[in-house]
């Protein structure tokens, strides 16, 4: 398996525009996670699901996030509309049973998105 | 306030000396505690794991220690290498809970 799958690796937009970020997980891991990585608050989890089916997005910040996972092999993170503070490096994870000794989360290697 | 405390919150050092990274927790029920690595660009890559049962974990030229009674983790890294240069994060899984908590992580320049 090519390990979780990340596209774009960039992203460069202008406040006001709608950003979608995909993620495509490692084949058979039923937990997927997007996560948000900045220098000031490190990495904060914003919303994760189990098969396909959002369980907590309590960490998105604001309505103007949404994610989707219309099946398990594919997720998109959507920011409409984009604020120059949502400029940071979004990561998708994905792993078996999360938070067990003998699974790991594994991370694509993320979008860095810069909002001008 | 942050769950899981990590220090310093940088280092420098020079390439064929040690160093050891702290991390200071406070997640309770615990279930296991992991570093990972993460190179500039890329995504966290786990090095190490350890239950509230384990003391130390070695891979390779990374050992990882765990004191549960005073939730404390360390991270030593044994005769560095330039490719050590790296963010190190500590993170701990709370029991019966899918969220991970992220310590702010460890930056290690290693200089020729």
């Known amino acids: 398996d090519a390990g979780v799958i990340q596209s774009p690796r960039h992203e460069v937009t202008e406040m006001g525009q709608e950003v979608t970020l995909r993620c495509k997980p490692i084949?058979?891991?039923?937990?997927l996670f997007w996560y948000r990585q900045t220098m000031m608050r490190g990495l904060e989890l914003l919303i994760y699901f189990n098969n396909n089916v959002p369980i907590d997005d309590s960490g998105m910040p604001e309505d103007r996030f949404s994610a989707k996972m219309p099946n398990a092999s594919f997720s998109t993170l959507k920011i409409q509309p984009s604020e120059p503070r949502d400029s940071a490096v979004y990561f998708c994870?994905?792993?078996?049973?999360?938070?067990?000794?003998?699974?790991?989360?594994?991370f694509g290697q993320g979008t860095r998105l810069t909002v001008v | 306030k942050n769950q899981v405390e990590q220090s310093p919150q940088s280092l420098i050092i020079l390439e064929g000396k040690n160093c050891t990274l702290q991390c200071n927790y406070t997640v309770s029920p615990f279930s296991n505690l992991r570093w990972y690595k993460q190179d500039t660009g890329r995504g966290p890559v786990s090095l190490t794991i350890m239950t509230f049962s384990e003391n130390t974990k070695s891979n390779g030229r990374y050992t990882a220690t765990l004191d549960a009674d005073t939730k404390q983790s360390s991270l030593h890294i044994t005769a560095s290498q330039l490719s050590d240069s790296a963010s190190y994060i500590c993170?701990?899984?709370?029991?019966?809970?899918?969220?991970?908590?992220f310590g702010a992580g460890t930056t290690v320049t290693v200089r020729a």
């Open positions: 084949s058979g891991h039923d937990y």
């Open positions: 993170v701990v899984s709370p029991r019966g809970d899918y969220k991970l908590s």
């Open positions: 994870a994905s792993s078996l049973v999360p938070g067990t000794m003998n699974t790991e989360a594994f």
